[in-house]
C-alpha cells in the first residue's frame, strides 16, 4: 500500500454549500396550536406519572391554558424539558 489510512474515494466540492432551508417552524408555541392539540386529544386515556388527565388542561380557562403555553414555551427555548416530564406509562399487549 501507499501507506495511507483511508483509501475509500473522497469528493471535494469547492465553492458548493450544501445548505437546506429549515421548512420547520421553531418559533415559540401559540395559543392557537395548543387549543387545535387539546381538541384533537383523546379524552378518557390513562393518566401519565403526573396523575393530569387530558380533560383538566382541556377543561382549563384562556388564562390558564396560556400560563401552561408559557411553561412550555420556557421549556422549548431552553431546550430542557425536566425529566418526569418526558416520562409515561407504557402497556404492552
Excluded: M
Excluded at 21 to 28: A, C, K, L, P, Q
Excluded at 51 to 71: A, Y
Amino acid at each position: 500500500g501507499d501507506g495511507s489510512q483511508n483509501n475509500l474515494p473522497t469528493t471535494h466540492r469547492e465553492g458548493r454549500r450544501n445548505i437546506k432551508e429549515n421548512r420547520f417552524d421553531t418559533s415559540d408555541l401559540k395559543l392557537e396550536e395548543l387549543d387545535a392539540f387539546l381538541k384533537r386529544a383523546k379524552n378518557h386515556k390513562a393518566c401519565g406519572p403526573d396523575d393530569f388527565p387530558i380533560e383538566f388542561f382541556k377543561w382549563l380557562n384562556e388564562d390558564n391554558r396560556r400560563k401552561v403555553l408559557g411553561l412550555l414555551n420556557i421549556w422549548w427555548r431552553n431546550g430542557i424539558f425536566p425529566e418526569d416530564k418526558l416520562k409515561a406509562y407504557i402497556a404492552s399487549i
